[in-house]
């Protein structure tokens, strides 16, 4: 059975950094993507970044872009998201995700973490 677990949300203080973890087990593709999403209060589900397997380059939405930088372990079976230079704004729930690539549209991605909360703050 697939899991998604992901861990290190915290409060932080703007312009702080803080590093997510997503470890996912029970699978058997050698080829997949990780994908990680937030949700603020309110707000509909963001995309944030994505890496795979392949050689494709890993994603990163335009909000984010030269502040967080994804990275996998595959050994480990870690996929990890460095977040520098935070703002309130990047407050939500990030949660990680498990698909065949990350071009899968959101409404079908079957596979998603319990979330881990990021708190942006004073």
């Known amino acids: 059975q697939l899991q998604l677990v992901e861990s290190g949300g915290g409060v932080v203080q703007p312009g702080g950094s803080l590093r997510l973890s997503c470890a996912a087990s029970g699978f058997s593709s050698d080829v997949y993507a990780i994908g990680w999403f937030r949700q603020a209060p309110g707000k509909e589900r963001e995309g944030v970044s994505c890496i795979s397997t392949t050689t494709m380059p890993p994603f990163d939405a335009d909000s984010v872009k030269g502040r967080f930088t994804i990275s996998r372990d595959i050994a480990k079976g870690l996929v990890y998201l460095q977040m520098n230079s935070l703002k309130p704004e990047d407050t939500g729930v990030y949660y990680c995700?498990?698909?065949?690539?990350?071009?899968?549209?959101?409404?079908?991605?079957?596979?998603w973490g319990r979330g881990t909360l990021v708190t942006v703050s004073e």
């Open positions: 995700t498990f698909q065949d690539m990350c071009a899968r549209p959101v409404t079908q991605i079957k596979y």
